[in-house]
Nanobody
Framework: HVQLVESGGGSVQAGGSLRLSCTAF????????IGWFRQAPGKKREGVAA????????WYDTSVRGRFTVSRDSAKNILYLQMSSLKPEDTAVYYC?????????????????WGQGTQVTVS
C-alpha cells in the first residue's frame, strides 16, 4: 500500500522561501518517478517538477524553473521541493505524486499515487 505524506507548507511573503517534504511509504523511490504538482484556486492541477533518480529524467515547469529545486533523500524515502523567490502566483495546494515506472511524463494521469496536499500561500 503506497502512501505519500506532504509537509512543510505555510504562509510566506513574496520573495521568500519554503521547503516541502514528501515522505513515501510502501514505495521504492529509487526505481520510480515521483514529483510535485499544484492546484491554485479555480484552476486545474498542474505539474511543477518531477524526476527519477538521475537528472536526465527531471523536468520543471517553465514557471518555476530556476526558482524551485526538486531533490530526494533516497535513504529516508523523502522527496523535497525547495522553493525560492516565491511569487503570489505560486499560491496553491501542492501535491506529491508517484508512479511505478522510471520515466517521468508530465501528464497528471500518468501518476497513480497522490498525497493529501499541503497549502502554500504567498502574499
Amino acid at each position: 500500500h503506497v502512501q505519500l505524506v506532504e509537509s512543510g507548507g505555510g504562509s510566506v511573503q513574496a520573495g521568500g522561501s519554503l521547503r516541502l517534504s514528501c515522505t513515501a511509504f510502501g514505495y521504492t523511490m529509487n526505481k520510480n518517478c515521483i514529483g510535485w504538482f499544484r492546484q491554485a484556486p479555480g484552476k486545474k492541477r498542474e505539474g511543477v517538477a518531477a524526476g527519477h533518480n538521475g537528472d536526465s529524467s527531471k523536468w520543471y515547469d517553465t514557471s518555476v524553473r530556476g526558482r524551485f529545486t526538486v531533490s530526494r533523500d533516497s535513504a529516508k524515502n523523502i522527496l523535497y521541493l525547495q522553493m525560492s523567490s516565491l511569487k503570489p502566483e505560486d499560491t496553491a495546494v501542492y501535491y506529491c505524486a508517484a508512479r511505478l515506472a522510471p520515466d517521468c511524463p508530465t501528464a497528471l494521469s500518468n501518476f497513480r499515487y497522490w498525497g493529501q496536499g499541503t497549502q502554500v500561500t504567498v502574499s
